[in-house]
């Protein structure tokens, strides 16, 4: 079986990106036995998610991102570079 090692459900409960999850590198082989007694468990903490996709996740937001931002741009207003940032 193909098995989420950060399972599904707590990437739903987590808000976690339907993409993040299905990363490959959250993937593994389990037998049918593994698979059904790990159920939804993990012990796999938050931050351990994210350190195991990090390269791939970062170069899927960038290829996510790209577009809205050639989307943007011609609709900004030209003086939006004299706006002083907020902090």
Request: include cysteine; hydrophobic fraction near 45%.
């Amino acid at each position: 079986h193909l098995d989420h090692i950060y399972p599904v459900l707590l990437g739903f409960i987590n808000g976690i990106d339907a993409e993040l999850i299905a990363d490959a590198k959250n993937l593994q082989i389990l037998t049918h036995d593994e698979n059904r007694n790990k159920s939804c468990n993990t012990e796999m903490t938050l931050e351990d998610f994210y350190n195991l996709i990090s390269i791939s996740s970062a170069r899927s937001m960038l290829s996510m991102t790209a577009p809205v931002l050639a989307m943007l741009l011609p609709i900004m207003p030209s003086s939006a570079a004299s706006i002083p940032c907020m902090l």
